[in-house]
């Protein structure tokens, strides 16, 4: 399988060149040339593999001759034995309809950890192989950030320069990243949001003083393969609930439009989805995006789901390309209007090509804090900020009564434990597996927000080529 760029105007890739290479050349991003597509009867054929089997068989087809089939599922028993749960991602029952998809048994408690696990062990797998040793340069408003640092910590050939916006990350969050001291470990804090933060990663990767010094990577969901892992478990849930003979129905928390862009993938390679239902918070871009074609960035307004807190959307170029007749060079000049005026049109493909399986719905802080009511009220079970938003726009979409609907649970309560708290009354416990987290050293830099001074930093700490 090769990859191509949604902007046509990048060098087509294999999966090991994707993997590392984050971003295209051109600003786009890597595609897969196709979809690869199962039959009914080799879905039906997964039903009951263990979850590392699943991913294995899920991913082959887009990994191709980068990595043999055993050599696969060495890596997926690896990332997914470190999970704190037997089934990975486990299914929760929460009402005859709704049910609950934990995506956070990983060690950093967020669903970020189902792909930064695997892609951690990717990138050690292919920088053995030769090549520059790796930066990773990347963007968090929380939980890409302690993922990704988890993942690499102490691998060989790989820096990792993590920018999160000062004060706008949970305790949690913060001490995830900021209490790993492996040397090749990177921690920034910068004044301005996360949209200030992300922008400077952007321009980083098309800043040619750096990219001819440095081989910089991503770890963010511009990265394929992290999408890749995460089409696994739409797989695992439809399968439990009797795909592919039924179909279920998704509702997701979406930010960048990553972890609904992989449901997608999921149903292009023939997984019978009825509906994605893409949940926003107040930062509603993809809201108006997919209900009036208008997709024009507002300011960003903090929220008590901050990965949620985004105005762009990168993972949606992805969507706009495939259904938009997948014609890099119009992709590219709409693009460029949205980069010059923060605002477009979609085309009238693009809008029915969307309809046609994604819904959406926007939630505000008394809606999120109403879902974790209800879902405690009706199963016990406490729900953190980010999934109350998916549960929101599950129980507010009209699917029918036969189709079950899976709200991807896509972070641990006790990450965000003072929102839970003054929903609920309850205050969620830290999993022992990360319990002294408030007793660990913590380590990193403060730095203004221009972007000089953050790739000042990142030159004077990085591993240059050859
Ligand atoms: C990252 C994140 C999201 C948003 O996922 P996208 O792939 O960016 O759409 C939602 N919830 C939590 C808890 C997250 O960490």
């Not at 054929?45 to 089997?53: E, H, I, N, V």
């Not at 301005?192 to 750096?210: I, L, N």
């Not at 997919?290 to 807190?309: F, K, N, Q, R």
């Not at 003054?422 to 730095?447: C, H, K, N, W, Y």
Request: glycine fraction near 8%; charge should be negative.
């Amino acid at each position: 399988m090769d990859y191509i760029s949604t902007r046509g105007g990048a060098p087509a890739l294999d999966f090991a060149g994707a993997t590392l290479a984050g971003l295209a050349s051109d600003g786009g991003l890597y595609v897969p040339r196709e979809w690869p597509r199962f039959t009914e009867g080799e879905i039906a054929g997964m039903a009951g593999l263990p979850y590392a089997a699943l991913a294995a068989r899920v991913m082959q087809p887009f990994v191709g001759d980068c990595l043999t089939p055993e050599r696969l599922l060495e890596l997926t028993t690896q990332a997914y034995g470190r999970f704190a749960h037997k089934a990975v991602t486990p299914l929760k029952q929460l009402d005859e309809q709704h049910w609950l998809l934990e995506l956070f048994h990983g060690p950093t408690l967020a669903f970020k950890d189902v792909a930064l696990q695997l892609l951690g062990l990717l990138f050690e797998e292919f920088l053995s192989r030769g090549g520059d040793p790796l930066t990773i340069v990347g963007a968090t408003s929380g939980d890409t950030g302690s993922a990704a640092i988890d993942a690499v910590a102490g691998r060989a050939r790989i820096e990792i320069f993590m920018l999160h916006p000062k004060g706008r990350v949970s305790d949690v969050q913060r001490r995830q990243m900021t209490t790993v001291l492996a040397p090749n470990v990177h921690n920034i804090a910068i004044e301005g949001t996360f949209d200030d933060a992300q922008a400077m990663v952007k321009r980083m990767f098309a800043d040619r003083a750096m990219t001819d010094r440095f081989a910089i990577g991503a770890v963010n969901s511009i990265n394929w393969a992290r999408l890749m892992a995460q089409v696994v478990y739409y797989f695992a849930a439809a399968l439990q609930l009797g795909a592919p003979h039924r179909k279920v129905a998704f509702a997701v928390p979406t930010g960048n439009f990553g972890d609904v862009f992989a449901g997608y993938v999921a149903a292009q390679m023939g997984l019978p989805i009825e509906r994605l239902i893409v949940a926003t918070n107040v930062n509603d871009i993809l809201h108006r995006a997919l209900t009036t074609g208008d997709y024009s960035a507002g300011t960003v307004t903090p929220t008590a789901a901050p990965s949620m807190d985004i105005q762009v959307s990168s993972n949606f170029e992805r969507l706009l390309f495939d259904v938009g007749g997948r014609d890099g060079a119009a992709l590219a000049a709409q693009m460029a209007g949205f980069e010059a005026n923060r605002t477009m049109q979609l085309t009238n493909a693009q809008r029915q090509g969307a309809a046609a399986l994604f819904s959406s719905a926007r939630a505000d802080a008394n809606d999120m804090a109403q879902a974790i009511r209800w879902a405690f009220d009706a199963s016990g079970e406490l729900l953190d900020p980010h999934t109350a938003i998916g549960l929101h726009a599950a129980r507010a979409a009209t699917i029918p009564r036969d189709v079950p609907v899976v709200t991807l649970a896509t972070a641990h309560p006790a990450k965000f434990r003072d929102a839970v708290e003054r929903a609920t009354g309850q205050r969620p416990s830290l999993p022992a597996r990360i319990g002294d987290l408030f007793e660990r050293e913590e380590r990193l830099v403060d730095l203004p927000g221009d972007y000089d001074s953050i790739a000042n930093y990142v030159a004077s700490h990085a591993v240059a080529r050859g």
